[in-house]
């Protein structure tokens, strides 16, 4: 009778485990974009502020990663994603909203980069501090583009691809490869004391591709 009974309850958490953590996938999704947004505004502020002094660096990935996880937490509640949605910006399209936030960062930064080194060209300064304060004030207004982007331009589409990746490249209407996509999965373990059991873990997906029939 107990073996019937843990073998029931074991296919019950078998079953529900998965699905609560593909729901959690944004809270992953969010938090890792989060810090990597953190940790390019830390370098941009460092590179404003003409300085090798790591402390903005540091406050960036820690407030980085905790603005990810308040962006999972958002988008749990609000956008619907994780369940087939994704979040169409002014210039891409993504699985969450850190990710448009975060795409839309590092384009400013590269856009300040170029106009910094033009501006150093027309005005006889070094190229290198041109480049430096160019990306440093690109990577902020990037950042609060995103912001404007992600909360007021986008909208929230349905999509059976899913877009859930930092890096997604769509190679036909129905085929995307997405790469470095983070999320969670089960995986069998035990307690330390004999008895078998599932525990969810923290994955990253290297590669993966998706056709849509």
């Known amino acids: 009778m107990r073996s019937s009974l843990f073998s029931a309850l074991l296919l019950l958490l078998a079953i529900s485990v998965p699905a ?3 729901s ?13 947004n953190g940790t390019l505004l830390g370098l941009g502020t460092m ?3 003409n300085s090798g002094d790591p402390t903005p660096l540091r406050v960036g ?7 990810g996880l308040g962006l999972g937490i958002y988008d749990l509640t609000y956008t619907g994603i994780g369940n087939g949605s994704r979040i169409d910006g002014m210039f891409n399209s993504a699985g969450y909203t850190g990710q448009i936030i975060l795409m839309d960062t590092f384009y400013g930064g590269a856009t300040g980069g170029i106009v910094g080194v033009a501006i150093a060209l027309m005005v006889n300064e ?3 501090e041109g ?3 160019g990306v440093g004030t690109g990577l902020w207004a990037g950042f609060a583009f995103g912001l404007a982007d992600a909360f007021y331009y986008s909208n929230t589409i349905p999509d059976g691809l899913g877009s859930a990746y930092p890096l997604q490249i769509r190679t036909g209407q129905n085929t995307s490869v997405g790469f470095l996509e983070p999320g969670l999965a089960v995986l ?16 990253i997906d290297v590669a993966r591709v998706q ?3």
């Open 61 to 67: 990935v820690g407030m980085g990663t905790l603005y």
């Open 211 to 213: 056709v849509r029939f």
């Open 131 to 133: 480049l430096q304060y």
């Open 24 to 36: 959690l996938q944004p809270l992953a999704g969010n938090t890792l974009m989060g810090t990597a």
């Open 47 to 49: 590179a404003l502020a």
């Open 188 to 203: 069998p373990g035990n307690d330390g004391a004999g008895h078998a059991g599932l525990s969810p873990a923290f994955k």
């Open 126 to 128: 070094p190229l290198v």
């Open 20 to 22: 609560r953590a593909q």
